[in-house]
């Protein structure tokens, strides 16, 4: 199934990493904005901290990366299909930390396609049960 993801997300991504933001070279950024190409890049601009000049445009730019390949996810599932993830806490800052967790502790998906290292901590964290 990874392939159909790769597919739908490289069109979220192309649309994500050309989107223009103010410039200013921090982990994560390039001279025209962020960037997303390694879930590291991903990790970086989620994890900023409240107290950096640019948090509100990262916190910004990492919830709508992140909803868009959540969002890719869903595209990708037929009508009446169960559904992919359950117990998803009300708040969408919360399964942002638990990624950057996730993905601070596997170095190995640091170097992934950011919304396929997405899909696997979604699917590990929320699975729903089997019936």
């Known amino acids: 199934m990874v392939p ?35 879930t590291r890049e991903i990790v970086e601009i989620c994890a900023v901290r409240p107290d950096t000049s640019r948090y509100l445009e990262a916190r910004a730019f990492c ?17 009446g299909a169960p559904p992919l993830h359950c117990n998803l806490p009300a708040s969408r800052q919360e399964p942002i930390d638990r990624f950057v967790a996730w993905a601070q502790a596997r170095p190995e998906q640091l170097r992934a396609f950011p919304p396929n290292a997405f899909a696997q901590f979604m699917d590990e964290t929320y699975a729903c049960p089997r019936r």
């Open 63 to 79: 919830h709508g990366y992140l909803t868009g390949a959540y969002s890719t996810l869903l595209a990708d599932r037929p009508a």
């Open 4 to 38: 159909r993801r790769v597919a739908l997300a490289g069109a979220f991504l192309a649309g994500a990493a050309l989107s223009p933001s103010p410039a200013a070279a921090q982990p994560g950024t390039e001279a025209r904005g962020f960037v997303g190409r390694e």
